[in-house]
């Protein structure tokens, strides 16, 4: 393993790299990116099962772990753009993107950004899949209360939602995450980071919303713990509903960070999903671009039409 960082469009980018000792060149290099206020850490136990024929990287996404924190807007778009330039930098025309949490709503923003050099995308808890989603996280989108007030707090919160979330974590690299998420910036970035996909009502940011833009979408497979707390299974099962092709592969036990609860069972799967020799792409099932609203939502909109002339005009496609 070896840590890198390079500059991309003025952030500076951190990651850590695993090169295999017997690489096999038939396997394409896999990307892993975490959750909010998580780092490269997160796939401690992961990334050198994986990296035993292939090459793996797990990158800090900006405003976490090693990475600098920027006084920028940290949506979803932004975050896709960086990871895009940093894919274009590093030269790789061909990956495979794992994305837990927050870190898969960033995987399903480079469908749009670069979908040319995504061979297979694994969704693991993903972001993006549904409106619910755990209280706290809805609480953080208090109108910049996190962002003005919450930079003290940052360690301890880190220690309470995402240690107690763990289970089975190493308590060391929490502790190292805490103090990651202890330098200043931390608080501005995480709380623009979740505004930027959720408000009091839950997820307002959603894959199906968009993917209808892509024009073919490539092999696609959801991972999920079958107890998460902060994230239920059912948006998995929601997303097979509305697709053909994808499939969800369930742990049991497992709660939102599976993929360190029951590493080595995940491997496994994520190994059969990457290894397989021919998969169908995903493809949106008829209607399922229209992504299903709340009965207050479709009222915001109505009025939101007849303020235009339009009334209840379209479905939406605000991003």
Same mark, same amino acid.
């Given at each position: 393993?070896?840590?890198?960082?390079?500059? &991309?469009?003025? #952030?500076?980018?951190?990651?850590?790299?695993?090169?295999?000792?017997?690489?096999?060149?038939?396997?394409?290099?896999?990307?892993?990116?975490?959750?909010?206020?998580?780092?490269?850490?997160?796939?401690?136990?992961?990334?050198?099962?994986?990296?035993?024929?292939?090459?793996?990287?797990?990158?800090?996404?900006?405003?976490?772990?090693?990475?600098? !924190?920027?006084?920028?807007?940290?949506?979803?778009?932004?975050?896709?753009?960086? =990871?895009?330039?940093?894919?274009?930098?590093?030269?790789?025309?061909?990956?495979?993107?794992? $994305?837990?949490?927050? $870190?898969?709503?960033?995987?399903? =923003?480079?469908?749009?950004?670069?979908?040319?050099?995504?061979?297979? &995308?694994?969704?693991?808890?993903?972001?993006?899949?549904?409106?619910?989603?755990?209280?706290?996280?809805?609480?953080?989108?208090?109108?910049?209360?996190?962002?003005?007030?919450?930079?003290?707090?940052?360690?301890?919160?880190?220690?309470?939602?995402?240690?107690?979330?763990?289970?089975?974590?190493?308590?060391?690299?929490?502790?190292?995450?805490?103090?990651?998420?202890?330098?200043?910036?931390?608080?501005?970035?995480?709380?623009?980071?979740? !505004?930027?996909?959720?408000?009091?009502?839950?997820?307002? !940011?959603?894959?199906?919303q968009r993917a209808h833009?892509?024009?073919?979408?490539?092999?696609?497979? #959801?991972?999920?713990?079958?107890?998460?707390?902060?994230?239920?299974?059912?948006?998995?099962?929601?997303? #097979?509903?509305?697709?053909?092709?994808?499939?969800?592969?369930?742990?049991? $036990?497992?709660?939102?960070?599976?993929?360190?609860?029951?590493?080595?069972?995940? #491997?496994?799967?994520?190994?059969?999903?990457?290894d397989a020799a021919e998969?169908?792409?995903?493809?949106?099932?008829?209607?399922?671009?229209?992504?299903?609203?709340?009965?207050?939502?479709? &009222?915001?909109?109505?009025? !939101?039409?007849?303020?235009?002339?339009?009334?209840?005009?379209?479905?939406?496609?605000?991003?």
């Open positions: 393993m070896s840590y890198c960082n390079c500059d &991309i469009d003025g #952030v500076k980018l951190h990651w850590a790299q695993f090169e295999p000792d017997l690489a096999d060149e038939g396997k394409t290099a896999v990307v892993l990116l975490h959750g909010l206020a998580d780092s490269h850490l997160t796939w401690r136990s992961v990334a050198p099962l994986l990296a035993t024929d292939r090459r793996v990287l797990t990158p800090d996404l900006p405003g976490s772990g090693l990475s600098t !924190r920027a006084d920028v807007s940290y949506t979803l778009e932004w975050q896709a753009h960086i =990871m895009a330039r940093w894919l274009e930098a590093m030269g790789l025309t061909s990956v495979d993107v794992v $994305g837990h949490s927050f $870190g898969g709503g960033v995987a399903q =923003m480079l469908l749009l950004e670069c979908p040319e050099r995504l061979r297979r &995308i694994a969704l693991v808890a993903s972001g993006g899949l549904g409106r619910d989603v755990g209280f706290w996280l809805r609480l953080a989108t208090f109108p910049f209360m996190v962002e003005h007030f919450g930079q003290p707090f940052m360690a301890f919160g880190t220690r309470r939602a995402i240690g107690g979330s763990r289970l089975h974590g190493s308590a060391a690299d929490l502790e190292t995450l805490a103090k990651m998420n202890e330098q200043p910036g931390t608080a501005r970035a995480f709380s623009r980071a979740v !505004r930027s996909v959720i408000n009091f009502r839950g997820q307002y !940011r959603m894959l199906l833009e892509v024009d073919e979408l490539p092999p696609i497979r #959801v991972f999920w713990g079958e107890v998460d707390a902060l994230i239920p299974h059912k948006h998995g099962d929601a997303l #097979v509903a509305a697709t053909e092709g994808v499939e969800l592969v369930t742990f049991p $036990g497992a709660g939102h960070y599976l993929h360190q609860q029951q590493p080595e069972a995940f #491997v496994e799967a994520l190994r059969a999903f990457l998969l169908p792409r995903a493809t949106l099932r008829p209607a399922s671009d229209v992504v299903a609203v709340s009965p207050m939502d479709r &009222i915001a909109r109505g009025l !939101r039409g007849r303020g235009r002339g339009r009334p209840g005009a379209g479905r939406n496609r605000e991003t």
